[in-house]
């Protein structure tokens, strides 16, 4: 039998917190590893803005929630952290969550979930930021951002912040079930 043994952070809870720690150790990892692109979900940009500078150089899509996903019409990612992702050379994007879209209108409206957010419901069995990394990942490769013929790094946290890394293949969503999640790099344990 052969196997490969790796090192996985597994911090005590998930959080803001857990951020730095977890972009040092990602950095370390992709360095080791050879990862080119690397995915991070921000919401305001803080988090967006603290991995295009640990990792300029490489190809890095800043994932942001939609317009309208706090308030109709609204964005919720800072100017001036847009600003600085840009600056560092990573790249935005801005679009309809691949687990959700308008299948949460659906639960909302009529008090039934409909299939894509039962699979983001098992992706939380991992943690919250195990479903947002897979997310992200499909909202990348369908923009064309990332590559899907090569694994990937995505970031995510729960709440705010990062506190997750998985190594992933990606895929379009419309072959979602290609998608395969290859390694934990780092996750919360209290989930």
Known sequence: ????????AYFQSAGKQNTDALLEFVKGYVEREGIKDIVVASTTGETGAKAAKIFKGYNVVVVTHCFGFQKPGENELKEELKTEILQNGAKIFTGT????????????????????????????LMGEGTKVCVEITLMAADAGLIPVDR?????????????????????NTGRFFDLRIREVIAKPSNF
Do not use: C, N, W
């Open 1 to 8: 039998m052969s196997f490969v043994e790796k090192r996985v």
């Open 97 to 124: 969550h691949a687990l959700s879209s308008a299948e949460r209108a659906i639960r909302k409206d009529f008090g039934t979930i409909a299939p894509l957010e039962l699979i983001a419901h098992t992706l939380r």
């Open 151 to 171: 694994d990937i790094v995505a970031i995510a946290g729960t709440g705010r912040g990062a506190d997750t890394a998985l190594r992933i293949k990606p895929a």
